[in-house]
DNA sequence: GTGGGATCGGTTTTT
DNA sequence: CCGATCCCAC
């Protein structure tokens, strides 16, 4: 017995040898292997195209439609057609290409130049808005803008909606800023401006449907409000630009005439606006080029619409369409299965997606009783898959409908030492400290912006409260002047003097900053700023482990304005539509708002990627897991109600499906968390659409499904793992805790604080109503009795 | 004006 | 379970 045992271990010994091998083998050939496509691929790198990919990519005259089923060489298609554009002579600058993320537009960028040489490099690439923001800055004086404006993200929009709800006395349960938003920004999408909405019948009665008549008003102050402080938000860089285009003829005239041809990546994916803008930037030319696929349409809430794809053949009536069919990524299983799908859509243009590929594996269904176990089902799998097929960590993705839903995923791949990488979520640029100092950054390149102002004028404390900031902002409304404006000039305002003086300091520090614009280094001053405000300082300070990093973000934020300015070999940061370079830090801060999910990645490395099914458009992975099939989640509960929306979480289905190239598994969790509490989850209907005879359905009660009374006892698989570390704390107590909770705590014992560090418990009087207790801690070394509430943990020794 | 504790409310997806 | 907001004591 302990013979053969030992036998399997050598074998699992000699499988590992041989695939860590492997593995270095591939990496060293890839790696190593110099890769010049134009020899690669034969004579010219037009050889390596089959035929419909070769005709998509070479007819350049005219308007071309372009629709490309998942896997069918699209980016290829064209990469290829702006080489061969560029073959004929034409100028990379004036050549626009439009993508969906940075990235792509990079990579894309970065194989045009193998083919055709550094030219490639000032094409105008990149996605619709940071194109468009390139335009702007250098254009924007024609519209009232300094070239200096400001992007407002969205929670810098919903803030500022917020407090014009306040403003106007609003009921702000009725008008939520994130609806209102929505409704501005849906309009702007459909290119209808403030002056224009309370026209737009239609608009003005869904919102007095919805109890919000006002909407329209707000709409009107938000843009006057956005325009006094130079400020532009994600969809004004859309619509500022149409306007632009539209009303100064020798702007249009300009870029009409500059660019010969255009091209737009994911058509399915752009809105009315944007493609209006396109339209506008076509017409002289007429040598427009739309890829995209109707099937993978998944941004309607974003405004985008199949409506684009059919105005674009009324538009351009000799277009040429091509149709890219054939798909070379998955197996026949895994393209049969997504054909499944998305046949239950009603609205589609028809298509059948083919494959040449071998069968492949059946689908495997997970079921699992809960997310935790979901979680851990996936990184046993991984675990498993990684060894017996060879998959490389980064072969392998996690895809779901939720950022919230990584948690449980983390947690487990951790516990079997795989290296992961999440993206989205929380982005590096929408923490605390970071937007501060962004904010300070920001205000010192154009002070007006208020949402800067907002947030750093009392951040480090300073003495300007509620009251101060109510006045300053009811006198900015009153002279329609920005709060810079009245701090500027607080000598004309009653103010009492110790806001007046509190206030006059922080102009002053912000205009020393500003004195240093053109001749400080921007990192510098960046530097100097952190450390002059005080907010290095007040982080510093704080030496709980969140304060540790939160110091660490600010040097990482310094550093990549570091990278910006001064251009290394390779930086995720530099614009990727430059042609000149505008590395002052105006144009940083501008781009660096512009930056999506997607482009945080460096992509090389070995990790297993975790992401929702939207970041996941364009990508591919040898084998996916696509998580959380679960009612109410994907499809998403609030996204059942209409039969277009189901289609849209169907098409999204869809498209997570056609990232696998190999393997795919779908899991599912019979009950999750949600606030703390346990609900119980209903199979998604998306699995009953799939062929059920290619499925492999593990963990299953049938019973459950099929009514019959048949079990199968599930099993997860058995693969030793470490034994989870001991928590340091076994109980957490804090203010308003069940009455178990001073059971656990006791006079003299040492605990850790949230905040305070460790210490020990002097005394726990009045123990109010049976559930709330009053603890007295003395921090360790202290003489001084530090607080009465406490946020505790004990320390077990 | 400041800071801490209690209380309430809320779940998509992204530039 | 989280974050925003309210409320209260200094």
């Known amino acids: 017995m302990a013979c053969v045992l030992a036998h399997c271990v050598q074998d699992l010994t000699m499988i590992k040898i041989l695939s860590f091998f492997l593995t270095n083998l591939c990496a060293f050939l890839m790696g190593y292997i110099p890769f010049p496509i134009p020899y690669f691929y034969g004579m010219s790198f037009l050889d390596a195209l089959n035929e419909p990919q070769l005709k998509a990519a070479t007819s350049i005259q005219g308007p071309v439609m372009i629709i490309a089923g998942p896997g069918s060489g699209k980016t290829r298609v064209l990469t290829f057609r702006i080489a061969h554009i560029l073959s004929q002579g034409v100028d990379p600058f004036e050549i626009m290409a439009l993508t969906f993320t940075n990235k792509a537009a990079r990579e894309m960028k970065n194989r045009i130049e193998a083919i055709q040489g550094t030219g490639a490099r000032s094409l105008w690439m990149g996605t619709f808005h940071s194109v468009f923001a390139r335009m702007l800055r250098s254009e924007a004086t024609k519209i009232g803008y300094t070239s200096n404006f400001t992007i407002y993200d969205s929670d810098d929009s919903k803030n500022l909606i917020k407090n014009i709800i306040r403003e106007m006395g609003l009921n ?182 083919w494959t040449d590929n071998a069968d492949g594996d059946r689908i495997k269904v997970i079921r699992s009783m809960s997310d935790n176990e979901e979680g851990r089902l996936v990184a046993d799998a991984i675990f498993e898959q990684r060894m017996r097929d060879h998959i490389s960590n980064s072969g392998f993705a996690i895809l779901y409908r939720t950022n919230a839903q990584s948690r449980s995923f983390e947690e487990a791949l951790r516990r079997l030492n795989i290296p992961y990488r999440i993206y989205g979520g929380i982005s590096f640029y929408q923490r ?14 154009n002070p007006n912006d208020e949402e800067a102002f907002k947030r750093v004028v009392n951040y480090p404390a300073r003495g300007i409260g509620k009251t101060t900031m109510e006045k300053l902002i009811v006198f900015a409304a009153d002279n329609d002047r920005s709060l810079w404006d009245i701090a500027d000039n607080i000598a004309l305002f009653p103010f009492p003097a110790a806001a007046r003086k509190n206030l006059t300091e922080f102009v002053t520090m912000i205009k020393s900053f500003q004195a240093q614009l053109g001749k400080m280094h921007a990192y510098d001053l960046a530097a100097q700023v952190a450390k002059s405000t005080g907010i290095l300082k007040e982080l510093y300070n704080d030496q709980s482990v969140e304060g540790l990093s939160r110091y660490e973000n600010i040097q990482e934020l310094l550093n990549s304005i570091r990278e910006f300015v001064d251009p290394g070999e390779y930086n995720q940061l530099v614009p990727v539509d430059a042609t000149e370079a505008d590395r002052s830090l105006a ?72 990232r696998a190239e190999k393997k795919l598994t779908l899991t599912h969790a019979a009950s999750r968390y949600k606030f703390g509490s346990l609900d119980y989850c209903e199979p998604s209907r998306f699995i009953d659409e799939l062929p059920q005879d290619q499925l492999e359905m593990v963990g299953y009660n049938k019973a459950a499904r099929s009514g019959r009374e048949e079990y199968v006892t599930y099993q997860a698989p058995k693969i030793t793992r470490p034994a989870p570390a001991q928590p340091a704390f076994t109980h957490q107590a804090s203010a308003g805790f069940s009455p178990a909770a001073p059971n656990e705590l006791q006079e003299g014992m040492d605990v850790e604080h949230q905040k305070f560090g460790f210490g020990k418990i002097v005394g726990m009087e009045g123990n109010n109503d049976g559930k709330m207790a009053t603890i007295q801690f003395q921090k360790a070394g202290q003489k001084k009795l530090l607080l009465k509430f406490a946020k505790l943990s004990i320390v077990r020794n």
Do not use: W
């Open 172 to 353: 702000d349960k009725t008008y939520k800023a994130s609806s209102v938003h929505y409704r501005i920004s849906l309009a702007k999408n459909n290119l209808i401006n403030h002056q224009e909405y309370p026209l737009q019948t239609e608009l003005v009665q869904e919102d007095e449907a919805y109890g919000r008549p006002k909407v329209a008003d707000i709409y009107k102050e938000y843009a006057k409000r956005c325009f006094r402080a130079g400020a532009m938000d994600f969809d004004d860089l859309l619509l500022k630009t149409h306007e632009l285009l539209e009303s100064v003829p020798e702007v249009l005239y300009k870029y009409q005439h500059r660019f010969k041809h255009v091209l737009i990546d994911e058509f399915q994916d752009t809105n009315f606006l944007q493609y209006s803008i396109v339209k506008k930037l076509a017409d002289v030319h007429q040598n427009i080029c739309v890829v995209g696929d109707d099937a993978q349409s998944i941004y309607a809430f974003r405004g985008a619409s199949i409506l684009n794809i059919l105005n674009y053949e009324r538009d351009f009536p000799d277009v040429q369409t091509f149709r890219l069919e054939q798909n070379y990524r998955s197996t026949k299983t895994i393209v049969a299965a997504a054909n499944t799908i998305i046949a239950n859509n009603k609205q589609q243009l028809a298509k059948k997606i």
């Open 432 to 445: 605390k400290e970071v937007k501060d100092l962004m904010a300070y950054l920001k205000l010192t390149v």
């Open 587 to 658: 144009a940083y801060l501008q781009q660096v708002s512009l930056l999506t999910d997607a482009d945080q990645q460096d992509g090389t490395d070995d990790t297993v990627k975790l992401m929702t099914v939207h970041a996941a458009k364009g990508l591919e992975f040898e084998s996916v897991f696509i998580v959380g099939l679960e009612e109410n989640l994907f499809p998403s509960g609030l996204s059942v109600n209409s039969r277009e929306e189901l289609e849209e979480e169907r098409r999204l289905f869809y498209v997570a499906i056609t």
